[in-house]
T-cell receptor, first 112, second 114 residues
Framework: EPEVTQTPSHQVTQMGQEVILRCVPI?????FYWYRQILGQKVEFLVS????????KSEIFDDQFSVERPDGSNFTLKIRSTKLEDSAMYFC??????????FGQGTRLTVV | AQSVTQPDIHITVSEGASLELRCNYS??????LFWYVQSPGQGLQLLLK??????LVQGIKGFEAEFKRSQSSFNLRKPSVHWSDAAEYFC????????????FGTGTRLLVSP
């Protein structure tokens, strides 16, 4: 069964460093999303991406964040200068239509 | 703006007993409603979803949920719980017209006792 794949499963980075979280969505999917879950808190929407552009983003998704689909198969989330409060589990999701989303297993980002 | 309330943080159920997890939503129009399950160290797996039509929705793993507009609820049920159902369950609401910006509840952790 096809699945959304995220790498790495766990990343530790120093505060102020740039980090790129990688996702390989399911191959025929057209809609892509990033969500995050700070430990003990709700899963929160970050951004949605369709037709090679951001379709919606949350207040969390400020200028420090960017997304890219560089090669038609990967979908990346970049955090330019990480802060301690960026520590969270980051989930990538994709869907054929905009009424479904299949989530990956997540990347746990720890900023020290 | 949409919001979701899951009033129970933890629930313990005996194996073989029935289960009901509560979810209340706030949204001005007919919402898209979802239940996801997250096992330890795993991602979010979709159990079921409601968009329109029959208000009783069947999902995977023997789960079902009922949409009650009058109560703004979308409670998840299972007639007989298995030990493998122990996990965290999230209710989520999406706006009509798209999946953009799914809003999740805080989750309910299900513990299954022998």
């Amino acid at each position: 069964e096809p699945e959304v794949t995220q790498t790495p499963s766990h990343q530790v980075t120093q505060m102020g460093q740039e980090v790129i979280l990688r996702c390989v969505p399911i191959s025929n999917h057209l809609y892509f999303y990033w969500y995050r879950q700070i430990l003990g808190q709700k899963v929160e929407f970050l951004v949605s991406f369709y037709n090679n552009e951001i379709s919606e983003k949350s207040e969390i998704f400020d200028d420090q964040f960017s997304v890219e689909r560089p090669d038609g198969s990967n979908f990346t989330l970049k955090i330019r200068s990480t802060k301690l409060e960026d520590s969270a589990m980051y989930f990538c999701a994709s869907g054929v239509t905009n009424t479904e989303a299949f989530f990956g297993q997540g990347t746990r980002l720890t900023v020290v | 703006a949409q919001s979701v309330t899951q009033p129970d943080i933890h629930i313990t159920v005996s194996e073989g007993a029935s289960l009901e997890l509560r979810c209340n939503y706030s949204y001005g129009a007919t919402p898209y409603l979802f239940w996801y399950v997250q096992s330890p160290g795993q991602g979010l797996q979709l159990l079921l979803k409601y968009f329109s039509g029959d208000t009783l929705v069947q999902g995977i793993k023997g789960f079902e949920a009922e949409f009650k507009r009058s109560q703004s609820s979308f409670n998840l049920r299972k007639p007989s719980v298995h030990w493998s159902d122990a996990a965290e369950y999230f209710c989520a609401v999406g706006a009509q017209g798209g999946f953009q910006k799914l809003v999740f509840g805080t989750g309910t952790r299900l513990l299954v006792s022998p």
